[in-house]
């Protein structure tokens, strides 16, 4: 069946430091993919997304690029801060009509001043 | 605010007993899911509804089960409660039940079985 894998962490970053967390998937056909975070006590927000190969999602300085070839869709951010420490989620939503999302386990990242 | 409401917030109960947990989606959405997120399993799919009907399953135990009212809003019953059912229950919601869509998350119900 369909599968997500993230890096493991936790990942302990200085502000201003480059981040790259990697996910692959496993997958029939052409799934949607997603990158998920989840502030402390909060409940999960869409950061960014990408629906077909070669699209690249962005957003708050975030960026991922599906790559089909490879089946990755890694996180990437030039110069983290603080306020990014949080829990971040890749997923995957399959082709079939019901959208159900298929998460990676979740990488904790924390940013030191 | 992701527009999505679920109560309660905190549920403790013990071994054996019945709870009902409670989802409204953001307003248009016909589409909820349920998720459980749990140390040792991580954020597993449970069940969806689209527009009052079951539209896909995923590990959910016999044990639990769900719908989705006129109104749209839905509920999680979890009945038999083990410990291992500790856990924290999102709910989502999205406007339609494709898979390019965004889902809405809820801010959870953390439930406690003593």
């Known amino acids: 069946g369909d599968s997500v894998t993230q890096m493991e962490g936790p990942v302990t970053l200085s502000e201003e430091a480059c981040l790259t967390i990697n996910c692959t998937y496993t997958a029939t056909g052409y799934p949607s993919l997603f990158w998920y975070v989840q502030y402390p006590g909060e409940g999960l927000q869409l950061l960014l997304k990408a629906t077909k190969a070669d699209d690249k999602g962005s957003n708050k300085g975030f960026e991922a690029t599906y790559r089909k070839e490879t089946t990755s869709f890694h996180l990437e951010k030039g110069s983290v801060q603080v306020s990014d420490s949080a829990v971040y989620f890749c997923a995957l939503s399959g082709s079939s009509n019901t959208g159900k999302l298929i998460f990676g386990q979740g990488t904790t990242l924390q940013v030191k001043p | 605010d992701s527009g999505v409401t679920q109560t309660p917030k905190h549920l403790i109960t013990a071994t054996g007993q019945r709870v009902t947990l409670r989802c409204s989606p953001r307003s248009g959405d016909l589409s909820v899911y349920w998720y459980q997120q749990s140390l040792d399993q991580g954020l597993q799919f449970l069940i969806q509804?689209?527009?009052?009907?079951?539209?896909a399953k995923g590990n959910i135990l016999e044990r639990f089960s769900a719908q989705q009212f006129p109104d749209l809003h839905s509920e999680l019953n979890l009945s038999s409660l083990e410990l291992g059912d500790s856990a924290l229950y999102f709910c989502?919601?999205?406007?339609?039940?494709?898979?390019?869509?965004?889902?809405?998350f809820g801010p959870g119900t953390r439930l406690t079985v003593l």
């Open positions: 989502a919601s999205s406007v339609s039940a494709n898979s390019y869509n965004e889902q809405f």
């Open positions: 509804y689209y527009n009052g009907e079951e539209r």
